[in-house]
């Protein structure tokens, strides 16, 4: 079945049908004109009439969403009863993860992309049978990246752990042992659908860094997580911030260039494609 972009399985037709989905909570339009000009012409934007620019569509695409999800869920159970009836599921981790964030009608955005928190986080569940019951259903703050899942399956393995894997191993947060020396901030980027969200960042435990570098001069964002959590003020004109910015940037610029250096000019990309377009290599996307 097909509901607007979101599909689902057969087996949850109807579902919500009868539930009223409430507004984006961050859907005052005022909050999208708040933003450059460049966002507000993102295909961020161009994708919100799609889905979520009527009540009706955002309501019968919401549903669809979530029936979509309900069907994830419903396959979840497949598996672990086909572990449980194999004999399988006390030797099974069984870890859920997915790609990137996604807007629903927030900000005024559908989609990902953009460095906002609705975009950069995504889910990860690790479910361990071997762990004592006390440790389960536990919430973390260390920060994980999808480049750690390689490094964790080795681990749980037992293999070493190649030295060009930027990742690390999850396996002593599972088990309730964080390392003192947990990362503290991760580098991120965004380098398709030039030019408007061509992006670099770092986001740490309080501070969220992004400069949009094909924009002439290249707009930078940062935000304080700690008094404003949905990143509604852009701090880095502000200068009462200017320390913290350079801070930030000089951070990205280190980070950015451990990975290969900065991308070519808009109109030197033409090897992208076929090597990348940095020197030295890509950078991975977190």
């Known amino acids: 079945m097909i509901g607007g972009h979101y599909p689902w399985p057969q087996s949850v037709d109807g579902m919500y049908e009868d539930r009223e989905i409430p507004p984006p909570r961050l859907g005052d339009p005022a909050i999208y004109e708040r933003h450059p000009d460049f966002l507000k012409q993102s295909i961020n934007r161009e994708r919100f009439f799609w889905s979520y620019d009527t009540p009706e569509k955002y309501q019968t695409n919401l549903r669809a969403y979530f029936r979509m999800i309900s069907g994830i869920d419903r396959a979840m159970a497949r598996v672990l009863a086909a572990l449980k ?7 099974t981790i069984v870890v859920y ?11 005024g955005f559908q989609g990902k992309w953009s460095h906002f928190e609705e975009s950069l986080r995504v889910p990860l569940i690790v479910y361990d049978p071997r762990l004592p019951k006390g440790q389960r259903g536990r919430v973390v703050d260390q920060m994980a990246l999808n480049v750690d899942l390689g490094a964790t399956f080795l681990d749980w ?6 030295a060009r894997y930027e990742g690390r191993s999850l396996v002593p947060i599972v088990q309730g ?3 003192a020396d947990w990362r503290t901030h991760f580098f991120c980027e965004h380098l398709d659908l030039a030019p408007t969200l061509t992006w670099e960042g770092i986001r740490g435990q309080r501070y ?7 924009q002439q001069p290249a707009y930078e964002f940062l935000h304080d997580l700690q008094t404003d959590p949905d990143e509604l003020r852009n701090l880095a004109t502000d200068a009462a911030h200017a ?8 951070l990205c610029d280190t980070e950015m260039n451990a990975r290969g250096g900065p991308l070519l000019p808009m109109d030197q990309r033409g090897a ?7 020197k030295g290599g890509s950078k991975k996307k977190k």
């Open 208 to 214: 969220v860094y992004a400069r949009y570098f094909d």
């Open 272 to 278: 992208r494609k076929a090597g990348g377009g940095k």
């Open 177 to 179: 042992q964080p390392p």
């Open 85 to 91: 009836e194999a004999g399988l599921a006390e030797n």
């Open 243 to 250: 320390d913290t910015l350079r801070k930030m940037r000089a």
């Open 157 to 162: 393995a037992g293999t070493p752990k190649p």
């Open 97 to 107: 993860s997915a790609d990137n964030g996604y807007y629903l009608g927030d900000r």
